[in-house]
């Protein structure tokens, strides 16, 4: 049974930076997955974040997270990680790290992932 769950979210003002991480636990020996991050903000869609393919050498990002957010993934620890610079208010949601039976995440949507964690907060002051 793969579990995931969420930590380091919280507040912090526009501008500013956050990480927020995932642990990944039941993830077979024998088999790859991408990883990935989405947010959903009260009132909008569930939307993607960034995702990062199986070996951590492909990331693909949400268009207003370019050049702001960072994925990456530790095999070892079987982690995931989101680091977000220069946050805006916008980025204020809940975010969700999700696991995909497949090597890569390019176009792929949240249906594609079946495991997910409980959410974690990000709140952005400005």
């Known amino acids: 049974q793969v579990e995931l769950a969420e930590s380091g979210g919280g507040s912090v003002q526009a501008g500013g930076s956050l990480r927020i991480s995932c642990v990944v636990s039941g993830l077979t020996a024998d088999r790859n997955y991408a990883m990935g991050w989405f947010r959903q903000a009260p009132g909008k869609e569930r939307e993607g974040v960034a995702c990062?393919?199986?070996?951590?050498?492909?990331?693909h990002y949400g268009n207003s997270m370019k050049g702001r957010f960072t994925v990456a993934r530790d095999n070892a620890k079987n982690t995931l990680s989101l680091q977000m610079d220069n946050m805006k208010p916008e980025d204020t949601a809940l975010y969700f790290c999700a696991v995909r039976p497949m090597r890569d995440c390019l176009g792929a949507n949240s249906r594609q992932y079946n495991a997910w964690g409980q959410g974690i907060q990000v709140t952005v002051s400005s």
């Open positions: 990062i393919n199986w070996n951590g050498h492909s990331t």
